[in-house]
């Protein structure tokens, strides 16, 4: 089988300059000499051996996707993959492979990663979930490999990230059943640790003193601890307050919708529900739920563009902010 000192030892130059030659740099070549190495290389039919070529450049054409959150499995539900959809698609488009990371824990993310960061499995990393801890991204950054976290952003302005606005969502969301007539409108809201949970608190209480219309805050349930849906029991304990809300505002709106049936109570008769962050099936329902509709596709397009030019040496926009569209359907009719 040829090898590149086949190749060298024929075209009268170094192994090294055959290198340099197949692997575009790191050393310029002469004209002359790069078009008789090629010559040689077309002769003795040479194919270079991919996966000696990416351990010399200590690449993988691939890029790692970390998906994490706090359920038991994230494929329960269809919610991410829209944005693997995009992700898979321009990573394709460009020449990567996408590396699906899922088995590891938030206690352990950080070394998880530098073992594959250190073994060179991928070029970069994209995140997506909320467990993964804002201390393993920073920590990350400061080895400098190139990340990119979607769907959230951190204090931290070293880590680039690609969100959607969520502030602007909540905000137009209350706006929305504001005009329709309701008064009493409830918020299942998410962790204030993730940036997320702020922003949609902080869109649903403006678009209150926006009306202007003061805040209940027994309407406002957060969690004091981590969690993905809403408990029955917390649904619960809104539905019982009396007055009680004749609207809810969650991100969970099927959990939600289900749990309001298990509970006995009607949507929209008893109480209109709209979601902040859509479901791909809240249009199939019985009743199907006005929502906010995430460009989750166009996001993960964006997200490998981002990463892209971290991996090259650029310094891209970050955080960037991608609108939400308000979704009206049968959820949240006029009040009459």
Request: glycine share 6%.
């Amino acid at each position: 089988m040829t090898n590149i000192r086949d190749i060298a030892r024929q075209a009268g130059v170094s192994v090294a300059t055959v290198s340099y030659v197949l692997n575009n740099g790191p050393r310029p070549v002469s004209i002359d000499t790069r078009q008789r190495v090629l010559q040689i290389i077309k002769e003795l039919n040479y194919e270079p051996n991919p996966i000696a070529r990416r351990l010399s450049l200590q690449r993988s054409d691939c890029l790692g996707l970390a998906l994490a959150g706090l359920t038991e499995s994230n494929f329960s539900n269809p919610f991410y993959l829209e944005y693997i959809r995009g992700i898979s698609f321009a990573a394709e488009a460009n020449g990567y492979n996408l590396l699906l990371l899922t088995n590891h824990k938030s206690e352990d993310f950080l070394s998880y990663f530098l073992n594959l960061i250190h073994a060179h499995q991928m070029d970069g990393l994209f995140v997506l979930g909320s467990s993964i801890p804002d201390t393993a991204l920073t920590a990350i950054c400061q080895i400098g490999f190139p990340q990119v976290l979607i769907a959230r952003h951190t204090p931290d302005e070293r880590v680039f990230s690609i969100t959607q606005d969520y502030q602007r969502g909540s905000y137009e969301a209350t706006q929305h059943l504001l005009k329709q007539g309701y008064r009493r409108i409830g918020f299942l809201g998410q962790s204030l640790q993730f940036s997320y949970g702020q922003e949609r608190l902080s869109g649903y209480r403006q678009a209150l003193a926006e009306f202007p219309l003061p805040v209940d805050e027994r309407l406002i349930s957060i969690p004091a601890s981590l969690r993905d849906d809403p408990t029955s029991s917390e649904i619960e304990s809104l539905m019982s307050l009396s007055p009680r809300p004749d609207a809810i505002l969650t991100d969970r709106e099927l959990v939600v919708f289900s749990s309001l049936r298990e509970l006995g109570w009607r949507v929209p008769q008893d109480v209109v529900l709209v979601g902040l962050d859509e479901s791909e099936t809240a249009a199939v329902l019985d009743v199907p739920l006005t929502t906010m509709h995430s460009p989750k596709f166009e996001m993960g397009k964006k997200a490998v563009e981002m990463l892209l030019q971290i991996i090259s040496g650029q310094t891209p926009d970050s955080p960037v902010y991608f609108p939400m569209q308000l979704i009206v359907r049968q959820s949240s009719p006029l009040r009459i």
